[in-house]
């Protein structure tokens, strides 16, 4: 399974109604067209970046039980969906970087014990303030879009104490700046939701008919499972590709490019939702989706197929994908 690169997105404005003007009211859905097909091609340009330079423990801080975390903090907090993914997103990049750097300066002082010596004490030295960490990248997320909720200091000091955690202001500001150097204040990756929502976006402009403000809806939550069954979803996946159930670990790693691909992961929630909520128009979508994207029909299919199957907790093929 493979993804192709985007050229420059076909848009097939048609002349609207005033009804097909009422989608601007969503957040989501308040783009200009010229903007939005220059951010449509920004994303899939970040992207292909992203998988060209995918480090071999991408993924590794994507576990049900940490996203889980994440999102059940974000809903406590009655922050929108985008800083839940957002803060996955700059976690995941953080401690991938902060662990090697802390591994390569343990290295010279590491004569008294081997490599997984001295992995084991990096890891004892994060499980410490590792919480910390997590309500760091929530909050850093926060900040980054107008329309969302910002977790402050005092906010953050109350919520990690009724977990039993004592920190102060300081302790947080330190954190946050932890982060943001490790990764040259670049924290504005961007999330699958966004990828979503700008491919929802497209498809309105494209095709009046589309129900997107339901699309949108389903889309939420459809990635949100998946989010949370990322693991099994993909194994599924890689299982299906490679037509063996016991996949070598050769084979784990050069599926990583699949595995983080946005926007293969977009097309195929949207083409999941679709089905859901109206399946006379899966064909029309996917069609769609491919015509966007560039993303192999079949591909979109593929995984969207394999997504239902764990929605639906069976292994029973699904008729007419």
């Not at 299906?240 to 996949?247: D, G, K, Q, V």
Request: net charge negative; proline share 3%.
């Amino acid at each position: 399974m493979e993804s192709k690169p985007l050229n420059t997105p076909s848009f097939k404005m048609r002349t609207r109604s005033s009804n097909s003007y009422k989608r601007q009211e969503l957040k989501f859905g308040a783009a200009p067209h010229d903007i939005l097909a220059d951010f449509l091609i920004n994303l899939n340009g970040k992207n292909r970046e992203h998988l060209e330079n995918v480090s071999e423990h991408a993924g590794t801080f994507k576990q049900s039980r940490l996203v889980e975390s994440v999102f059940l903090i974000c809903e406590v907090l009655r922050l929108e969906p985008f800083t839940a993914y957002q803060a996955i997103e700059i976690l995941e990049r953080f401690m991938i970087n902060h662990i090697e750097e802390m591994f390569v300066a343990a290295l010279p002082s590491g004569a008294d014990g081997g490599k997984g010596d001295i992995y084991g004490s990096v890891l004892i030295k994060l499980s410490d303030k590792f919480m910390l960490l997590v309500f760091s990248c929530v909050q850093l997320a926060s900040k980054l879009a107008l329309h969302c909720r910002i977790v402050d200091n005092s906010t953050a000091v109350k919520f990690l104490q009724s977990l039993g955690y004592s920190y102060n202001k300081e302790t947080l500001l330190e954190s946050e700046l932890n982060i943001l150097k490790t990764l040259n204040f670049y924290i504005n990756i961007p999330n699958p939701l966004t990828y979503v929502e700008t491919l929802l976006e497209v498809l309105g402009y494209n095709d009046s008919d589309v129900p997107i403000k339901y699309l949108h809806k389903i889309s939420q939550l459809v990635l949100q499972f998946v989010y949370l069954q990322r693991n099994p979803i993909y194994h599924n996946l890689l299982v299906a590709t490679i037509e063996n159930s016991a996949p070598s670990e050769v084979q784990r790693v050069k599926f990583l490019s699949v595995k983080e691909d946005s926007m293969l992961l977009a097309v195929s929630v949207i083409a999941v939702s679709a089905f859901i909520l109206n399946y006379t128009t899966w064909d029309q979508v996917l069609e769609e989706l491919r015509c966007i994207t560039g993303i192999n029909g079949e591909s979109i299919s593929d995984f969207s197929h394999i997504i239902l199957k764990e929605i639906m907790g069976t292994g029973t093929p699904l008729k007419s994908l």
